[in-house]
T-cell receptor, first 114, second 112 residues
Framework: DAGVIQSPRHEVTEMGQEVTLRCKPI?????LFWYRQTMMRGLELLIY????????DSGMPEDRFSAKMPNASFSTLKIQPSEPRDSAVYFC????????????FGQGTRLTVV | AQSVAQPEDQVNVAEGNPLTVKCTYS??????LFWYVQYPNRGLQFLLK??????LVKGSYGFEAEFNKSQTSFHLKKPSALVSDSALYFCAAYSGYSTLTFGKGTMLLVSP
């Protein structure tokens, strides 16, 4: 298995543009998390899916952020419109949610909004 | 509400010396506990975990961690630090009643 795959690895966009980050989870791992990491705030949980259903989106900063998981093989995090303060590294993590299994992280997408 | 605390923003240790990175947790039920490491420009990598059984668990790269139920702690340890161990370390926890929660991270700096 190739692990959790995120794309793109780097994204530079202008303020106001729409940004879509993508995640391909590990087959059979039924919990998926989106995190944002910045120097100021550290690692923040944005949203958590279990069996493709959003369970907790309390970490989503505002309505400009949305996340979907249309099936077990794909998830997206969208920012529309993007702002400079959204600049961060966004991680997707994937876990089999039973029995103490660990989570696996993708390599992250470094987003820069100018 | 559950939480994971890493009281030190940074830990400095000389190469060859033992290291400890501290973690305490608060979760409902029996905890599953984890340590992850993050190198620059990389994602978090799993190091080790405690589910049940022996309180001392061993993981990758010579790291180990000790589960202490009475102190609700899960400190990461290594007998002899390497310069290449310098990285950001995260403690995490969850239980059958909660989802995965991470601490804020501790930067480990090992000097030559």
């Amino acid at each position: 298995d190739a692990g959790v795959i995120q794309s793109p690895r780097h994204e530079v966009t202008e303020m106001g543009q729409e940004v879509t980050l993508r995640c391909k989870p590990i087959s059979g791992h039924n919990s998926l998390f989106w995190y944002r990491q910045t120097m100021m705030r550290g690692l923040e949980l944005l949203i958590y899916f279990n069996n493709n259903v959003p369970i907790d989106d309390s970490g989503m900063p505002e309505d400009r952020f949305s996340a979907k998981m249309p099936n077990a093989s794909f998830s997206t995090l969208k920012i529309q419109p993007s702002e400079p303060r959204d600049s961060a590294v966004y991680f997707c993590a994937n876990q089999y949610s039973q029995g103490g299994a660990e989570a696996f992280f993708g390599q992250g997408t470094r987003l820069t909004v100018v | 509400a559950q939480s994971v605390a890493q009281p030190e923003d940074q830990v400095n240790v000389a190469e060859g010396n033992p290291l400890t990175v501290k973690c305490t947790y608060s979760v409902s039920g029996n905890p599953y506990l984890f340590w992850y490491v993050q190198y620059p420009n990389r994602g978090l990598q799993f190091l080790l975990k405690y589910i049940t059984g022996d309180n001392l668990v061993k993981g990758s790269y010579g790291f180990e961690a000790e589960f202490n139920k009475s102190q609700t702690s899960f400190h990461l340890k290594k007998p002899s630090a390497l310069v290449s161990d310098s990285a950001l370390y995260f403690c995490a926890a969850y239980s059958g009643y909660s989802t995965l929660t991470f601490g804020k991270g501790t930067m480990l700096l090992v000097s030559p």
